[in-house]
């Protein structure tokens, strides 16, 4: 079993609608947990960091389950502009040794 | 503006031939990464170092060597004994132990190919 796995998607969403997808991990002792957004053949950039309360950021929520080692990421009202490849990252413990998932990619489409 | 550069944007390798990916940063960040990417997949990691002058290897490291003589540098060798060079190459710096800050930034990426 992988470190940090992802449904690899595509996820098609119609533009205003919903989007949801889990980033599973293995190591129980895992620490930090982050989502980034990728653009073809461009950097990863942090959308956001998972705390153990869930939190939110505009249209986008994301969560963690401990009990189930998996964190989730949900986008609102999804954009055109919300199409991307979205990485999760796992940090084992304090080091910052970030561990990525494969990635869901998300088209959201007219 | 404070960033991590790389270069070249594209780079060329001829078989058997080394060749030395640059990255550079000035966010004065204590902790320096080189990932590989292939297409459709996440990143791995292949080195990584948390200091200046001391370096480990990642999951990947076979055929690929780096230094650490400057905080602000960590440039990335892809030498010949790497079979499958052909990748997105990927920097990033952070600064560990600060907590919620505990994130990765990272520099646009370098495009290896084999000619």
């Known amino acids: 079993r992988k470190e940090v796995e992802q449904d690899p998607g595509p996820f098609n969403v119609p533009e205003g609608a919903t989007v949801a997808f889990n980033c599973t991990y293995s190591?129980?002792?895992?620490?930090?947990f982050f989502w980034y957004r990728q653009d073809c053949r461009k950097e990863p950039k942090l959308l956001m960091s998972?705390?153990?309360s869930g939190n939110e950021d505009g249209r986008f929520t994301a969560q963690l389950n401990r009990a189930s080692q998996y964190i989730s990421l949900l986008i609102r009202d999804s954009k055109l502009s919300d199409s991307a490849t979205y990485l999760c990252?796992?940090?084992?413990?304090?080091?910052?040794?970030?561990?990525f998932g494969g990635g869901t990619r998300v088209l959201v489409k007219p | 503006d404070g960033g991590i550069t790389q270069s070249p944007k594209y780079l060329f390798r001829k078989e058997g031939q080394n060749v030395t990916l640059s990255c550079e940063q000035n966010?004065?960040?204590?902790?320096m990464y080189w990932y590989r990417q292939d297409p459709g997949q996440g990143l791995r990691l292949i080195y990584y170092?948390?200091?200046?002058?001391?370096?480990q290897k990642g999951d990947i490291a076979e055929g690929y060597s780096v230094s650490r003589e400057k905080k602000e540098s960590f440039p990335l060798t892809v030498t010949s004994a790497q079979k499958n060079p052909t990748a997105f190459y990927l920097c990033?710096?952070?600064?560990?132990?600060?907590?919620?800050?505990?994130?990765?930034?990272f520099g646009s990426g370098t495009q290896l190919s084999v000619l």
């Open positions: 990033a710096s952070s600064n560990p132990g600060m907590g919620a800050s505990e994130k990765l930034f």
């Open positions: 190591n129980s002792a895992s620490q930090s």
């Open positions: 998972v705390y153990s």
């Open positions: 990252a796992v940090n084992k413990a304090a080091g910052n040794k970030l561990t």
């Open positions: 966010l004065n960040h204590d902790a």
């Open positions: 170092s948390q200091i200046v002058n001391d370096f």
